[in-house]
């Protein structure tokens, strides 16, 4: 299993980023995905879901409304589109296959 983030980086609030998961090495087509970030001093959250079709998705409440999950099966990758980023958005953000295999994170900073 390989699951590589990017898009990552330092933007001020109310912008947006796009993160991209970029798999290989399994079936991505037949699993569920997931985002999840890690701010300093706290633990990995769960940020969003999606199913293995696309059809159905959740998001955390802290996000709801300002970021969106989706994913392109013909090109194994997962994106997370986030808008009107604040602060507290700031973390290490992490793609996950089913919440047991991750990968090396993308740092988000949100900063004026």
């Known amino acids: 299993v390989q699951l590589v983030e990017s898009g990552g980086g330092l933007v001020q609030p109310g912008k947006s980023l796009r993160l991209s998961c970029a798999a290989s090495?399994?079936?991505?087509?037949?699993?569920?995905m997931s985002w999840y970030r890690q701010a300093p001093g706290k633990e990995r959250e769960l940020v969003a879901t999606?199913?293995?079709?696309?059809?159905?998705?959740f998001h955390a409440s802290s996000v709801k409304g300002r970021f969106t999950i989706s994913r392109d099966n013909a090109k194994q990758t997962l994106y997370l589109q986030m808008n009107s980023l604040k602060p507290e958005d700031t973390a290490v953000y992490y793609c996950s296959k089913g919440g047991n295999s991750w990968g090396q994170g993308t740092q988000v900073t949100v900063s004026s």
């Open positions: 999606i199913t293995s079709n696309g059809e159905s998705a």
């Open positions: 090495g399994f079936t991505f087509i037949t699993h569920v």
